[in-house]
């Protein structure tokens, strides 16, 4: 069989290319529909942090994106084949429409072969706490930030290209089984392994028409999905987890506030995790802090401080739900967390020493921190490193293969001193 297409037949190379992709997409839908099912399931409320769950999620994805890359690289190789080859011409070329509707399919599988896997990669590349892709040349994609905002919009648009992707496939199955069990032709036995006997056909004369077809569905897909708000976008402070001025949370008193000579006016409360090997960060939308603080001559006592964090606010990335699931953060069971601490002035920088009430747990910690007074004016900056097995945090995760032990937490605000 010769390597080469002719006017009536197809080459061993395009042969090849066209089943593998069929192999590698067959393969791919089912794996990524698993998939996403046991997601849903570890984000919903009512997940008890099964880590068998979790470690099948992470395998059936870490596949699907494997071969989404294989697919992604053998559609642009079989491309870049076919506009170099000889396309076998139409077996029935007095057939306008229905011409016109298989060159429309075929565009249309071609811009899916590629678009789909690039936007699930870009997603991928995008977000934080992924399953990560098996191949040896890192998780990131040049000119792609992490970014929930762009994690958010080419998650949407993935999914909106897997449908487009499934569609024309239905199509160009459908339209190949006609040709073989109905019209009885050599359309299928055309691309099917070996030599067949085919008939001589005139090569085919291309058309613009198909393509500007194609666009015009590409077009129709991505402006409904948009209207229909299935770009899933964030506005950009909320996918950084910045609150300017922090938000008063209803826990915070007016006796709370009347202690507090020094009113929070900016500031980020953001923690970091390590989820299969890379690190997760997110920040808290809403917090407050009622701060008594006095500059000593000396070192020692210097004021107190009373954090209140509202835990349903955190925003960390594509495993926000799930962090707020039962073997987590709780958060329906435990909304809020606390922090309340005597502050110190050191030789050397300051601390905040006190516990940190999380999910029913009290814990002690201390806070290093550096203090630049400006007049009435004050810039803190610190950080501290938890563990969250102390807190009963991922209980069903009792080592660090899925998600480590440490939980940095950086504290960065600007404040300024009651009249």
């Not at 880590?51 to 992470?58: G, P, S």
């Amino acid at each position: 069989m010769p390597r080469q297409n002719t006017t009536h037949s197809y080459g061993s190379v395009a042969k090849t290319f066209h089943w593998l992709t069929a192999l590698l997409i067959l393969s791919a839908f089912p794996l990524g529909y698993i998939a996403n099912d046991l997601a849903q399931q570890i984000q919903g409320p009512d997940f008890n942090g099964d880590a068998a769950v979790i470690e099948r999620a992470t395998l059936l994805f870490s596949v699907h994106k494997t071969l989404g890359v294989a697919v992604f690289f053998t559609a642009v190789l079989r491309i870049l084949w076919a506009l170099s080859q000889p396309k076998p011409g139409l077996l029935h070329p007095d057939r306008k429409a229905e011409a016109l509707a298989a060159e429309t399919v075929h565009w249309l599988l071609y811009g899916s072969l590629v678009a789909v896997p690039l936007s699930g990669w870009i997603h991928h590349a995008a977000t934080t706490g992924f399953a990560p892709i098996w191949w040896p040349f890192g998780q990131d994609l040049p000119f792609v930030p992490k970014s929930d905002v762009v994690a958010g919009v080419f998650g949407g648009l993935h999914w909106l290209l897997v449908w487009t992707l499934a569609a024309a496939l239905a199509l160009h199955i459908a339209g190949a089984l006609k040709h073989h069990v109905i019209d009885r032709d050599a359309t299928l036995r055309r691309m099917l392994p070996g030599q067949h006997r085919l008939p001589s056909v005139p090569p085919q004369r291309h058309s613009m028409l198909p393509l500007l077809v194609a666009a015009l569905v590409w077009l129709g897909v991505l402006g409904g999905g948009a209207t229909l708000g299935m770009l899933d976008r964030h506005a950009p402070e909320q996918a950084q987890g910045i609150a300017t001025p922090v938000t008063a949370l209803e826990t915070a008193t007016a006796e709370d506030a009347a202690a507090s000579n020094w009113q929070v006016q900016s500031g980020t409360l953001a923690i970091s995790v390590t989820q299969m090997g890379s690190a997760v960060t997110g920040s808290f939308a809403e917090w407050s802090a009622q701060i008594q603080f006095e500059e000593p001559a000396t070192p020692g006592p210097a004021g107190e401080v009373e954090v209140t964090i509202a835990i349903p606010s955190l925003e960390l990335g594509s495993v926000t739900q799930q962090a707020m699931g039962a073997d987590y953060f709780d958060s329906a069971s435990y909304p809020t967390a606390r922090f309340a601490a005597q502050i110190f002035k050191l030789e050397t920088g300051y601390e905040a020493r006190g516990t940190l009430t999380l999910k029913g747990q009290e814990v002690p910690v201390t806070l290093p921190f550096t203090l630049d007074l400006d007049g009435d004016t004050a810039r803190m900056q610190g950080g501290l490193t938890l563990n969250r097995m102390d807190f009963g945090i991922g209980q069903s995760l009792p080592d660090e293969s899925s998600l480590g032990f440490a939980v940095e937490v950086s504290v960065d605000l600007e404040a300024t001193r009651k009249p």
